[in-house]
């Protein structure tokens, strides 16, 4: 095209007008208060990448664990105070152009993965559980993350004291990309979230101090499966686009339901295409159970918990459930609920072969973070009987559940970091053998998780499968509840079997012992105990918080 064209191309639009005023392309509106809690979260991740290129790296450690934790607290109130101001109900809308929702459900889980997030600094942050090592304290995850396992760069790095603060700010933007995940509105939101928190978590799998090789295959493994999954799920959203023209999720509902009002000429030629949305829907919805852990996209779940550093898998394990299932329950519920018929069996068939497949395999585990990888598992099905209910009931009793897990999941892996011998944690379940005598409250505080996750009465785990079983059986999916029970007494089979194990066999002789912790791991633990007994001896407050958090504003 010659240059004369172009240029008249460009007057032409340039004088494309109306009553000779220029058209402006219009601002995007964006609610900055309604997004605090992200805004504060990412915005703080910048701050610590900064922290790095500036502080001295001496005090970097105290200053990246300052702005983490202020962070977390100033979102936390944030969302404290958008549920106080009613956005959780009467105010609740869509903010960002329509990408984010700001509703129940999200406030929900965001005070919830914020929550698990600021545990989930203090299990980083412990300095105390390792030797001395030249002097200097170290924590769970390598000196210089990028020299090889074993080298001389990695000793010289060991020797000068060097940490791996950047595991700080790291944090920060996976529980950034969390708290999108489940308030995300459209499908490229969801999208984005996903990459947001996913590459991060591969990087923290792959930076232990102990066990390098171990840790950096499982990040290996996690990152390629999760390449997968997210390339389906990106897949998805392109046939979703094609079938309904448009990526929000109030357009894909009217579209799906039949009840959209402008129907343009290519809009009509897909809308009857039901190929394009069930297999668009089932790609989005499996990278969804990708990441909840859900049989049959469960396969990384127990390499990836075994090889990560301990206080990462136990963050991983709590968040990202909890971020995941509300992204599950959004889809399901304001997108899909047209597609009733066609997803509910299909989910039914996933939630009983997660909870048989994640109870029966976890029997016989020897390594106990691979026996909470499979325990994890049989919860991912148990949730999803909440999800299957649809009903208002349903959303509740998984926002409830999901609260009550995550402070389980992260106290129990904080109390595996304890337990430690020469070659760092003693991992193998034979080495736990009579640590109810050697150390009585860490094995009695082991015991109340795992009672928790067996769901024995007086505990979180009791109150939140009662939920979630009820509102299956009054959404007419009683066969399931049949199937959760009788996975539930498997499961405990195992869980007691290490209460035995710590409190019935006589200690080994060469056996680890327990390492004193600092006062920021105690706190996560006391706290994840507290959580555990006061929503099971007393749940109702909760339920009703999460009853009233349980409507989607559509």
Excluded at 213 to 227: H, N, P, R
Excluded at 333 to 352: F, I, K, Q, S
Excluded at 382 to 387: E, Q, S, T
Excluded at 489 to 497: M, Q, V
Aim: charged residues 10%; glycine residues 10%; proline residues 5%.
């Amino acid at each position: 095209m010659s240059a004369t064209a172009v240029h008249s191309l460009w007057t032409m639009s340039a004088t494309a007008s109306v009553n000779g005023q220029i058209d402006k392309i219009p601002a995007p509106k964006i609610e900055y208060g309604q997004l605090a809690p992200t805004l504060i979260v990412i915005g703080a991740a910048v701050v610590g990448i900064l922290v790095e290129a500036f502080v001295p790296r001496r005090s970097r450690y105290y200053v990246q664990i300052f702005v983490s934790v202020v962070a977390l607290a100033a979102a936390f109130a944030a969302v404290v105070g958008l549920a106080a101001s009613g956005y959780g109900a009467t105010k609740a809308g869509i903010a960002a152009m329509g990408a984010i929702a700001v509703d129940g459900p999200a406030l929900f889980l965001q005070g919830t993965i914020l929550l698990t997030g600021v545990l989930g600094v203090f299990t980083f942050a412990e300095r105390r559980l390792d030797p001395v090592a030249h002097g200097n304290r170290v924590d769970s995850f390598a000196a210089q993350a990028a020299s090889v396992p074993g080298s001389d760069s990695e000793k010289a790095a060991v020797k000068a004291g060097f940490t791996t603060t950047e595991v700080f700010p790291l944090l920060l933007f996976a529980i950034g990309g969390m708290l999108v995940f489940p308030a995300a509105n459209d499908l490229l939101t969801l999208f984005i979230a996903l990459e947001v928190f996913s590459l991060p978590l591969y990087l923290l799998c792959a930076v232990a101090r102990r066990k390098r090789i171990m840790s950096q295959e499982a990040a290996v493994k996690y990152f390629l499966l999760g390449a997968f999954a997210s390339a389906f799920t990106l897949f998805g959203i392109a046939l979703l686009y094609g079938y309904a023209g448009s990526v929000s999720y109030a357009t894909l509902a009217q579209v799906v339901d039949g009840t959209v009002e402008t129907v343009n000429p290519a809009l009509a030629g897909t809308m009857g295409n039901d190929a394009l949305l069930l297999i668009g829907a089932a790609m989005v919805v499996m990278g969804l159970l990708f990441k909840v852990g859900a049989v049959p996209f469960h396969m990384w779940t127990p390499d990836v918990y075994q090889g990560a550093p301990t206080p990462v898998t136990g963050f991983m394990a709590a968040a990202t459930k909890v971020a995941a299932f509300g992204a599950l329950l959004r889809l399901l519920y304001v997108v899909l609920p047209g597609l009733r018929w066609d997803w509910r069996p299909v989910m039914m068939g996933v939630a009983v072969v997660t909870m048989l497949g994640g109870a029966i395999v976890a029997i016989t585990q020897t390594d106990i973070k691979r026996l909470l990888a499979y325990s994890s598992i049989a919860h991912a099905g148990f949730i999803l009987a909440g999800v299957i209910a649809t009903t208002p009931d349903g959303v509740s009793s998984v926002l409830f559940y999901l609260a009550a897990y995550s402070f389980v999941t992260i106290g129990a892996f904080a109390v595996v970091t304890l337990v430690r011998d020469a070659g760092g944690e003693a991992t193998h379940l034979s080495k736990w053998a009579g640590l109810g005598r050697r150390s009585p409250l860490v094995a009695a505080v082991f015991a109340v998780y795992l009672l928790a996750f067996a769901g024995i009465p007086l505990t979180s785990g009791f109150a939140g499968k009662f939920a979630v079983f009820k509102a299956a059986a009054e959404g007419g999916a009683g066969a399931l509840v049949v199937v959760g029970v009788i996975s539930s007494a498997i499961a405990a089979f195992f869980y007691i079997r290490v209460i035995v194990l710590m409190f019935f066999s006589e200690p080994r002789p060469d056996g680890p012992t327990v390492a004193v912790p600092s006062p920021l791991t105690m706190t996560a633990i006391a706290v994840g105990v507290a959580v555990t007994l006061v929503l099971g001896v007393a749940p109702q407050y909760f339920l009703d918080l999460a009853g009233q958090a349980g409507v989607f504003v559509r």
